[in-house]
């Protein structure tokens, strides 16, 4: 089968620059990727499709050549050179605080050799589901939380017992490769986890692990201003690294109920307040509810229609850390009676005759 175009493959023009190119690439393998399609023949053909082009294109001379004579002029070179460029470029393809340089670290089993020395794995990071009140969203508040997480086992400091030696099948790397051809995927090792060593006498608490399951509490303060949603980070409080790796985090997912009257739009809310016929036609001064317990007072202006928005600055939640707050908006409501006693009904219909009402209305323009 005839080998595709290369610039084609990554979807770039032939003045592609080294960025466009890097970029076309970061997306391809980040979409098929053999380790997030296993067993997708597809995406695996995509995979090395797209390797192939970069490992090409990435280098100057091997493009340059690839312009001038075509595939003759790289004949072999993707082929014999292993996609050297492609993972030694990795961290700087899809950099190194993040992205796919996190993704292929955890592809291959989490950790690195650099230097010659494999490094600690860092500990996995933990999700904790918080739900509040309504008014406590308002004002922040302190909650308490109990949670379970791996620690550094206290007996054997977190070495997983005595007599570590480098793993005999992975022989300190802590991958193994698979795959056949020019075209191999590492997975993490299966005899020593991924840690690159295996412990001889294994310690009786954490049976080699060098970690054990601990329940913890936990005081956490919530700021005012938090929605259903918001997340707040605890550094250190997931589960512990191995061989020395960094602590993963907790995460703290905010869930706010719901409150009877009020409805929250971000940092503004929303409130429906009702009005008697005769407030809404003479105006009128209310004490409209906030959001913070306390009352305010609202001129409600003669000729008032029903659901009419009236805005009270500054009235809504706070931003988080910050004194700036959203808006409150009020709508009106005009309440028409549903019982009348007689002396009531008169009175209607003699305000009727006064102001002249008509059986035919003339229609008006429609608003939103």
Known sequence: ????????????????????????????????????????????????????????????????????????????????????????????????????????????GGGARRGGQRQGRAGSSLRYELTIDFNEAVTGCKKEISFA??????????????GRRTCPTCHGSGQVARGNGFFQVAST?????????????????????????????????????????????????GDAGENGGPDGDLYIVITVRDDKYFVRDEQDVYLQIPISYSQAVLGTDILVPTIDGTEVKVAIPAGTQSGKILRLKGKGFPYVNSTQRGNMYIKIVVDVPKHLSLKAKRLIKDLSLELGETDRPTPQEYEE
């Open 149 to 162: 997480h791996k620690v550094k086992c206290e007996t054997c400091s977190g070495t997983g017992g005595t």
């Open 1 to 108: 089968m005839a080998k595709r175009d290369y610039y084609e493959i990554l979807g770039v023009s032939k003045t592609a620059t080294q960025d466009e190119i890097k970029k076309a690439y970061r997306k391809i393998a980040l979409a098929n990727h053999p380790d997030t399609h296993p067993n997708d023949k597809a995406a695996e053909e995509r995979f090395k499709e797209a390797s192939e082009a970069y490992e090409i294109l990435s280098d100057e001379k091997k493009r340059r050549n690839y312009d001038q004579f075509g595939f003759a002029g790289v004949d072999g070179g993707a082929a014999a050179g292993g996609f050297n460029n492609v993972y030694r470029d990795f961290s700087d393809i899809f950099g190194s605080s993040g992205g796919f340089s996190d993704i292929f670290e955890s592809f291959f």
């Open 189 to 237: 090792c299966p005899t020593c986890q991924g840690s690159g060593t295996i412990v001889d006498n294994p310690c009786a608490t954490c049976h080699g692990t060098g970690t054990t399951r601990k329940s913890e509490k936990l005081m956490v303060t919530i700021p005012a201003g938090v929605e259903t949603g918001s997340r707040l980070t605890l550094r250190g409080k």
